[in-house]
Structures are given as structure tokens and as C-alpha cells.
């Protein structure tokens, strides 16, 4: 992965739009066919990103390159870089044919030669009998798949899409993901790939980009991403985390401990210096109870709201401090029933680290989540644990 | 059934007034019309009470036919210029912000709050050998004699193209307003440079609004009168103009209303191809 040849380099990209920053300071290097996947909330500049890959936007500072060359000011028609629109944005007063066909008879290739790859594309998308249709006459899915041929088609040395399964209901959309990476992977097209949808980047990307206030929180694999959050927004926005502040009160020997209101743990050390402070992140997944203390985790709470999701069972424990935990448990694990006094504990090996320095700024986001959560466990300020 | 009839009754009352109405201004005129048309004249301007096909015959003649192409050919010109120069202008406001279209359109229209017949006298006074123009270019110098600007066929085409602007800027407006502005994008990112995609893209997709506009400007260029007497001096005949003198000069009624049924022939086909053309574009 790592030799594979940059056929993006995004350097200091900066765009303002009125006055406000959308993307802010932004280097991204794309590799050669790679699926990589933007992902952020609304707002934080993904699309805008595109756009200025796609030629739509002019960056205000900064470099764009594509191939080695910088593309600032080459209007969209003069780059190999095609779109595949939010709504789709197919020419309703052609067939699907046309629509297919629209590229290469802009590149004036011979007339024979377009209908051959035209069929070959809507062999390759599965759209066989519907070349004359207009597309007011094609279902949601199927539109899709027409904006995807008609961009594929030209051989693009990256394909941009953007937010392209938002229209479209869940059990569709999960079809149309594989579908995609399956072409991605047979084509060895670049896709760069905008979404907000988190489950969908991790299950697509070979590398993610997780974008905030149009600045990169973390560049990394769905693993690394979800596994190893750089910061305390990527551990938020991707899946459910449940953070822990403390500090290093020991090192010894490739271990440390880690301090925080509820005791001590012996971890593994990773670079942290004494007295530092972090968060220790648990995925819910990872989080379990017990009505004894296991090992040396003391952690107390009360089972304030069991949630059934379907494939997983969703606790809420409330800890002696009011901070909800959220755990999650297979079907077939016992679950404890709302009021059970528990302890939590977890794999020491099954958890990351965050700075807390440099995450002040989303203590903000933080207090939010903290509430929803509490809102979600439906808990009163009266169900603090009683003393025993 | 009975149920039916007593809803019916409240709904008969309801567009009675309406129907009225129509009846009394528009049906009954109309009438009027088609039935003097298949009358006689008398020597003294009136109508015998005698069916004749002549006037319809009288349609046919040389003099006639010339009036009739010569109305086609202005309402054509007057279209043709008012698309041209309607399309850039409705263009224009359609991809301003907002909040300045519907200002820019106020501007448009504001001056068709005052009568046209009006407006057309200001221009002639603009334009006329003691007018305006003429005595601000002889005082700077720039001529010496008054251009005779008044009174030609350029000054009458000028006369409709800006009595007619506003029926072509406004449904072009609206169609280009509508237009998804991801499809010229997505032309462009599909390697279409701006003439192309708006040969493409951009014209097929506000066609009907180019259609709306042509019908709405060729059907009135059709009619108008008072623009070719106040500004061409009356030089020149056309259908409008031939059709007021068969009523108050002429005074050959039966000529005048099968003129005026010719008319509401040639627009009601050109309505009934809009309508036509309209329910085309539901279906795309």
C-alpha cells in the first residue's frame, strides 16, 4: 500500500465561502487505487473537498495536484476526474444510452466504438433493456448505477462520489455498497468517496479521512480508525466510546498504571510520560459487567436502561460519579436487569488512549453526548447509587 | 343520485356568476362576430341580413394575402428578436442571488403598469426629427441633420420587440430558473465546454419556456395595431391595422369579423400546439 504511486496531493488547500472557513489547512494524499472515504458530519467540508478535486471550486490558497501536476484553475471539463452526483444529476431529456454515452461524444470518439463500451457498461451495471428509457422512468437504485456508468465510462483516473447512496432506503443501500466496492475492486478505479455515514466508511474504505471543521482529524484504515482513535472526536463520531480521564502514575517495564477516579489499571505503556493526563477509550463492544469485582477493576454502577437493537443488547450503567456507560452484549449473553448493581471492567488490551490537550476544544461535544446519553438511559438525578 | 344533485346545485351557483360572465363579454361578442361575418354591407356601412361567404372570398385576394404575410413576417421578426434579446436578459436574472431577482423582475414589469399606447408615444417623441435623441446629438455636434429614425420598419420592430419583452423574458425566466444547476456540472465534468453544454443541456432542458415565450409573443405581434400607426406612420398594413379600418373606416363589417375570425383561428392552432406541447413535457 505504501509504494503505491500519490495521484492526489492536496497541500495547505484552504477555501472560505463569505468569509467562514470550510476547509481549513487541508493535506490529503490519495494513492493510486485506493477506495478512500471521507468522513464527516454535515458542515465539515467534505463535499467542499470534492468539489475542488472535481474543478467546481477554486481553492483560495493552497495546491491541487493530480498526477504530479497542480490543477488550480483548470475548469472540470479539462481534468480525468469524473462525478458521481448526490441527486444523481442525470440529463432527463436523454435515454439512458445518451446519458451513458454523454463523455466519450464529448471526446469525439468514433461513434462505433461508443455504443460498444456504452453496452459494455450497462452489462457491467446491470441495466440491460433500459438503454432507451428516460430516466423519470428508473427507480432510485437504478438511477444510481446510470450516474455511475456514465462517470466509469470515461475512464477517470479518479472517481469522485459524493454522498451517492444518501437517497436511497437501508436494505438498497447496503446492496448498492457492495456493488461498489465490488467495482472499485475490479476496475482499480481511485474512488474518493464523501460520506457521513460512519458504518459505511468502515466497511468500504481501505483508508479513511475523518474530517472536522474542515480540518483532518485522522488518516487511517477502518481498523486504525475505529481501533486506534487519534482523538477524542474521531472515538465519538466512530462508533460509541466510553472515555475514562486519568493519568500515568507509574512506569515500569514496558507497563504502566493508569489512575482515575475509580482506581488503578495496569496496562501496557505507550509513550505516555508521568503525571500525563489521557482518556482510555472502551468501545461498548468491549465493555463487560459482573456482580464481583473482576481482577483489579473496581468500577461500580447501577443498570439504569436496558435497550433490545436487534443484534445486540444495549446497556446503560450509571456510575458512582453520574457519568453513563454504554455497553454491548451478544443475544445470547446475560444481561442484568435495570437497578442491578454491577461492576464493569474490560480486555486492558482492548482499549485506546487520547491526549486530552489537544481535544479541549471538544469538551463542548463532549457535555452534548454526555447528555444524550443520559437522556437515552432515561436516568433521574435521584438514581445515584445508594450507599450500602 | 339524489346525493349528487344536491352537491351539483351549490357548484352550479358557485361558477354561475363566472359562466356569466363569459357568456355575456366573451361568448356573446364573439358571436356577434361570426355571425356579421357571414353577412352582407350595405353602401352605408351597416350589414344586410343576408348570408354571403363573401368576405371569407374576399380573404383571398392579392392585396390581402401580401397584408397577411406581412403580419407573419413582423410577428416572426418581433419573436425572433425578442427570444434573442429576452433569452440573455431572463439568463441573467434567473442566475442572480436571490434576493435580487425578484427586484430585477419589479423592473422589468414596472414600466407595463403604464398603458402601452402611452409608452409607445413616449418613444415617438424620443425618436422623431424634433425629438430627444436627435436634438441632443445635433447639440454635441455628433450630426448635423436629424436622422429620420421615426417612422421606418426598424423603428416599428423596435416598437414590438419592447412592447413584447416582459411575454418572452418572463416563462424563459422560469424555465432556466428550474434548472438544476448539478446538470451543467455534471456536463462539464463529463468533458462538455460552456457552448456545448449549453447547446446540450441548458437550451433542450428551458425549451419549453423558449416554446412559452414564442407563443406568447408571436400570438399579440400577430394583433397589434396602434405600434406600426404611431411609429411606422401607419407606411405599412398589417392584419391589426387592416382589421380597425374595415370597422371604423371602411366600414365593411362583415370583411373586418371574418378578418378577426382568421385571427382567433391562427391562435387558437397556436394555443391548441402549446397546450399540445406542454402535456409533452409532463410526460419527459
Not at chain 1, 428516460?134 to 448505477?145: C, V
Not at chain 1, 505503556?269 to 473496581?298: A, D, I, T, W
Not at chain 1, 436502561?305 to 454491548?328: C, D, I, K, P, Y
Request: charged letters at 20%; hydrophobic letters at 45%.
Amino acid at each position: 500500500m505504501e509504494d503505491k504511486k500519490i495521484i492526489v496531493r492536496l497541500r495547505g488547500v484552504v477555501k472560505r465561502f463569505d468569509g467562514d472557513v470550510v476547509v481549513n489547512h487541508l493535506d490529503l494524499d490519495i494513492r493510486e487505487g485506493e477506495f478512500l472515504t471521507v468522513l464527516g458530519p454535515s458542515g465539515c467540508g467534505k463535499t467542499t473537498t470534492l468539489r475542488m478535486l472535481a474543478g467546481f471550486e477554486t481553492p483560495d490558497e493552497g495546491t491541487v495536484e493530480l498526477e504530479g501536476k497542480d490543477v488550480v484553475g483548470i475548469p472540470p471539463n479539462e481534468r480525468d476526474v469524473n462525478t458521481v452526483f448526490q441527486n444523481y444529476a442525470l440529463f432527463p431529456h436523454m435515454t439512458i444510452e445518451d446519458n451513458i454515452a454523454f463523455g466519450l461524444v464529448e471526446k469525439k470518439v468514433p461513434k462505433k466504438e461508443i455504443r460498444e463500451r456504452v453496452q459494455e457498461m450497462v452489462k457491467l451495471v446491470r441495466l440491460e433493456g433500459m438503454e432507451k428509457r428516460k430516466p423519470s422512468q428508473l427507480s432510485g437504485g437504478q438511477k444510481q448505477r446510470v450516474a455511475i456508468a456514465r462517470a466509469l465510462i470515461n475512464n477517470p483516473k479518479i472517481l469522485l462520489l459524493d454522498e451517492p447512496l444518501g437517497a436511497l432506503d437501508l436494505k438498497l443501500r447496503k446492496q448498492m455498497q457492495q456493488e461498489l466496492k465490488y467495482l472499485q475492486k475490479k476496475l482499480g478505479i481511485t474512488f474518493l468517496y464523501v460520506t457521513h455515514d460512519q458504518e459505511e466508511a468502515l466497511l468500504m474504505s481501505d483508508r479513511i479521512v475523518v474530517m472536522h471543521d474542515g480540518r483532518v482529524e485522522q488518516i487511517g484504515t477502518p481498523e486504525e480508525v475505529y481501533n486506534h482513535p487519534k482523538t477524542k472526536y474521531v472515538a465519538e463520531f466512530i462508533g460509541a466510546s466510553n472515555l475514562l480521564e486519568g493519568y500515568v502514575t507509574e512506569i515500569e517495564g514496558g507497563r504502566m498504571t493508569f489512575s482515575f477516579e475509580f482506581g488503578k489499571i495496569n496496562l501496557k505503556s505507550r509513550g505516555f510520560k508521568m503525571e500525563e493526563m489521557f482518556y482510555l477509550c472502551v468501545r461498548p463492544e468491549n465493555l463487560r459487567m459482573s456482580q464481583c469485582p473482576v481482577e483489579h477493576f473496581h468500577i461500580r454502577g447501577r443498570v439504569t436502561e436496558v435497550v433490545f437493537a436487534g443484534s445486540v443488547n444495549r446497556t446503560f450503567v450509571r456510575l458512582v460519579n453520574g457519568q453513563v456507560l454504554r455497553a454491548e452484549s451478544q443475544p445470547d449473553v446475560e444481561i442484568y436487569p435495570v437497578g442491578t448493581l454491577v461492576y464493569v471492567y474490560w480486555n486492558p488490551d482492548k482499549c485506546s488512549f487520547l491526549h486530552t490537550q489537544e481535544d479541549q476544544i471538544y469538551d463542548v461535544i463532549e457535555e452534548e453526548i454526555d447528555k444524550t446519553l443520559e437522556e437515552e438511559a432515561n436516568v433521574s438525578i435521584d438514581d445515584v447509587l445508594p450507599s450500602e | 343520485m339524489k346525493k349528487k344533485n344536491k352537491e351539483a346545485l351549490p357548484r352550479g351557483f358557485m361558477i354561475g356568476p363566472a359562466m356569466a360572465w363569459l357568456a355575456l363579454f366573451l361568448l356573446l361578442p364573439l358571436g356577434y362576430i361570426v355571425v356579421i361575418s357571414f353577412l352582407q354591407k350595405n353602401a352605408y356601412g351597416g350589414v344586410i341580413l343576408h348570408f354571403s361567404l363573401a368576405s371569407y372570398r374576399s380573404l383571398l385576394h392579392a392585396a390581402y394575402l401580401k397584408v397577411f404575410a406581412e403580419s407573419f413576417l413582423l410577428a416572426f421578426e418581433t419573436t425572433v428578436l425578442c427570444l434573442l434579446v429576452g433569452y440573455p436578459m431572463a439568463y441573467i436574472i434567473a442566475k442572480s442571488p436571490e434576493h435580487l431577482r425578484a427586484v430585477m423582475v419589479l423592473f422589468m414589469m414596472l414600466p407595463f403598469w403604464i398603458n402601452s399606447m402611452i409608452r409607445i408615444y413616449g418613444w415617438s417623441t424620443l425618436l422623431r426629427n424634433q425629438g430627444v435623441i436627435n436634438w441632443i446629438l445635433i447639440h454635441l455636434g455628433v450630426i448635423s441633420q436629424p436622422l429620420g429614425m421615426l417612422y421606418t420598419d426598424g423603428t416599428v420592430l423596435l416598437g414590438m420587440v419592447y412592447d413584447l419583452l416582459p411575454f418572452a423574458v418572463l416563462p424563459m425566466y422560469t424555465s432556466i430558473e428550474k434548472l438544476d444547476p448539478f446538470l451543467l456540472e455534471a456536463a462539464s465534468d463529463l468533458g462538455a465546454g460552456k457552448m456545448h453544454t449549453f447547446l446540450k443541456v441548458t437550451l433542450p432542458l428551458t425549451s419549453p419556456g423558449l416554446f412559452a415565450a414564442t407563443i406568447q409573443t408571436f400570438i399579440p405581434a400577430l394583433g397589434l395595431f396602434y405600434i406600426s400607426d404611431m411609429m411606422g406612420g401607419a407606411k405599412k398594413m398589417y392584419i391589426g391595422n387592416l382589421i380597425k379600418n374595415q370597422f371604423l373606416s371602411a366600414r365593411n363589417w362583415p370583411l373586418g369579423a371574418a378578418l378577426s375570425i382568421l385571427l382567433i383561428a391562427v391562435t387558437l392552432f397556436l394555443v391548441g400546439l402549446y397546450s399540445r406541447v406542454g402535456k409533452m413535457e409532463d410526460i419527459v
